[in-house]
């Protein structure tokens, strides 16, 4: 929970309803690390108090270009250089508008034309009704901003505040967080596909029972989460697991090893780099009943037999687009003892270029991993750490040793 340590962000709400979001926003922010100054223009000031920025940012809050607190009188100079970001959340259909035609007759558009274009970015979560948003103007103004150089966090949809459904809500102040987050992060993947598999698959029995184990998927998803946050178009296939999908991430739910390996190699050949951190049932019921196996009363219980499941990594790792070097396969070992003898054994075995070991008990269901780095050089102990710090490092480790494009 230090994502924005070191940040300072320069938080801008305009006249709009979505303002009550700003709060929670502003509130993200801190907890993440980050300083925050908040600007409000005089719209915004009709949706909630710089009181309550003031109390949340811990600073006071500029709501005028005649400030007279800055010595020099220049708050939009002043402020806009100290700043690592300018977001403006909300961002009104009218504040666009402004940017667009580089409106300088108040401070916050004032100072978003005077902010530093190369090293001070403008990133906008607009908010506003459905057919406001729709409209060509909007529109028009919107890739004109992006053209500019701004970048759109995006609108989200569903239920409106004038009543209405559709397109033109802020996102949620957590959505806007993970964007904002992932936006300060190295894009290392940028222009790679990722293809993850995550989360333990389930063994049917019968209609209500069935074979699984204690995987969480949460390092498979953080990794998800990291290699999006790194520029990569990024898929997960997920086995029964609770953990909410990340942004940007499209992930495709199964159950079985054999429904995981269907979803998996249909989305291997466009491919770069496989991540196999899902725990895998190795074997499953030979037949699966179609009706509840019942207790008939004899005392004696069923005999379940068991076959082997595919493996998937290995399977995916055999194919021609690993071998030609196209598709970058990592691997994941989760062992109880002697863990760089196995890890080693099995990045051999499985004949992949990385593999990552861990102790199973260590990590699964934790938020934090320890994780050792097992490639054709040898070993790398990394410090533990949490499961998203850990799954940073592994999408840079993994960036430095792809093939160049
Ligand atoms: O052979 P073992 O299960 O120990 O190997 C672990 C690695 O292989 C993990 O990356 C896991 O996701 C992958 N695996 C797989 N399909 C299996 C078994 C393991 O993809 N059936």
Redesign the pocket.
């Known amino acids: 929970m230090n994502d924005l340590a070191g940040r300072h962000i320069v938080l801008g709400l305009t006249g709009g309803i979505a303002c009550y979001k700003a709060a929670e926003l502003c509130r993200g922010f801190v907890k993440e690390g980050a300083t925050v100054q908040v600007v409000m223009t005089e719209a915004s000031e009709q949706f909630i108090t710089p009181v309550t920025m003031q109390a949340l940012s811990g600073r006071t809050v500029y709501t005028s270009q005649w400030d007279p607190r800055e010595p020099n009188n220049m708050p939009h100079i002043n402020l806009s250089r100290q700043a690592d970001a300018i977001v403006i959340a909300p961002c009104s259909a009218d504040f666009m508008a402004r940017l667009v035609h580089g409106r300088a007759d108040e401070l916050l558009s004032l100072m978003c034309l005077a902010r530093p274009i190369a090293q001070v970015p403008l990133l906008i979560a607009p908010a506003m009704n459905r057919e406001m948003w729709a409209h060509p103007a909007t529109q028009r103004n919107m890739a004109q901003l992006a053209a500019d150089g701004a970048t759109i966090l995006g609108v989200g949809s569903g239920f409106q505040a004038c009543g209405e459904t559709g397109d033109g809500r802020m996102l949620e102040p957590e959505e806007l967080l993970e964007d904002i987050v992932a936006f300060f992060q190295p894009k290392v993947l940028s222009g790679r596909k990722v293809v993850i598999?995550a989360g333990p698959t389930f063994e049917a029995l019968d209609p209500i029972r069935g074979i699984t184990n204690h995987s969480s998927g949460k390092m498979g998803f953080a990794i998800a989460r990291a290699a999006r946050e790194a520029g990569a178009d990024v898929a997960i296939v997920a086995g029964p697991v609770s953990v909410p999908t990340p942004r940007g991430v499209r992930r495709v739910d199964v159950k079985s090893?054999r429904d995981m390996l269907a979803a998996t190699q249909a989305e291997v050949p466009q491919a770069d780099i496989f991540i196999?951190?899902?725990?895998?049932?190795?074997w499953r019921p030979v037949t699966e009943s179609d009706q509840k196996i019942k207790k008939d009363g004899s005392g004696s219980a069923p005999t379940v037999a068991f076959t082997e499941?595919?493996?998937?990594?290995?399977t995916v790792a055999k194919g021609e687009r690993a071998r030609s070097g196209a598709l970058f396969c990592v691997?994941?070992?989760?062992e109880s003892h002697d863990l760089v003898k196995h890890a080693k054994a099995?990045r051999e075995r499985?004949d992949i270029p990385l593999l990552v070991g861990n102790i199973g008990p260590l990590t699964f269901g934790q938020d934090d991993n320890q994780m050792l780095l097992v490639d054709a050089q040898g070993t790398t102990e990394l410090p533990r750490a949490s499961k998203i710090a850990c799954a940073r490092r592994l999408v840079a480790e993994i960036a430095r040793r792809l093939p160049r494009t």
Do not use: E, H, M, R
């Open positions: 598999t090893a196999a951190a899902a725990a895998v049932a190795d499941n595919p493996d998937i990594l290995a691997g994941f070992a989760a099995k499985k």
